[in-house]
């Protein structure tokens, strides 16, 4: 009876091991990565422009490229991982140096970045809000909003749906 008890725990201690493993901590570096290609974007069935979303500085940047459809509009953008502060920085510039400074973090599936009052994009006294998350199909949906009230109201600026260019 002792044997099979000492070949019983031989089995099944390596069992009772690997259930007791916590699992890999998630990459915070890699939680933007969903943005990552190039894309058509589009609001409705409308392309509005195209995005080149790369990495940079051993994976540790990732490089917005905005080219706008219909008008000559273009800007660019550089987001990072703080793991200081634990948050999401990017910082946007468009070709008229319009800027956008934005600080969040990614929570419940979703990249969510604010901007304080020190940006420069829009009306005075606003604060911007984007939120990237993606969809079951790949895609990634964009929602930019502002807020000219300190987040009681939000106003919609961009609604848009990347879907990986061809």
């Given at each position: 009876?002792?044997?099979l008890v000492i070949w019983l725990a031989v089995?099944?201690?390596?069992?009772?091991?690997?259930?007791?493993?916590?699992?890999?901590?998630?990459?915070?570096?890699?939680?933007?990565?969903?943005?990552?290609?190039?894309w058509d974007v589009y609001t409705g069935e409308?392309?509005?422009?195209?995005?080149?979303?790369?990495?940079?500085?051993?994976?540790?940047?990732?490089?917005?490229?905005?080219?706008?459809?219909?008008e000559n509009f273009t800007g660019t953008s550089y987001s990072f991982y703080?793991?200081?502060t634990k948050k999401w920085h990017q910082?946007?510039?468009?070709?008229?140096?319009s800027n956008l400074l934005l600080v969040g973090e990614f929570t419940n599936g979703k990249m969510v970045?604010?901007?304080?009052?020190?940006?420069?994009?829009?009306e005075p006294?606003?604060?911007?809000?984007?939120?990237?998350?993606?969809l079951a199909n790949g895609d990634v949906k964009q929602v930019w909003e502002s807020t000219t009230d300190d987040g009681k109201s939000w106003n919609i600026q961009f609604e848009g749906i990347y879907k990986k260019a061809n």
């Open positions: 009876m002792r044997t089995i099944c201690m390596p069992c009772i091991c690997i259930a007791q493993e916590k699992p890999e901590p998630v990459d915070q570096f890699r939680q933007f990565d969903f943005w990552l290609g190039e409308n392309m509005v422009g195209k995005n080149k979303v790369v990495l940079l500085q051993n994976k540790h940047v990732i490089q917005e490229n905005w080219v706008s459809e219909k703080n793991p200081k910082v946007w510039v468009d070709r008229n140096g970045l604010t901007s304080g009052m020190d940006s420069n994009m829009g006294n606003s604060k911007h809000k984007i939120t990237w998350s993606q």
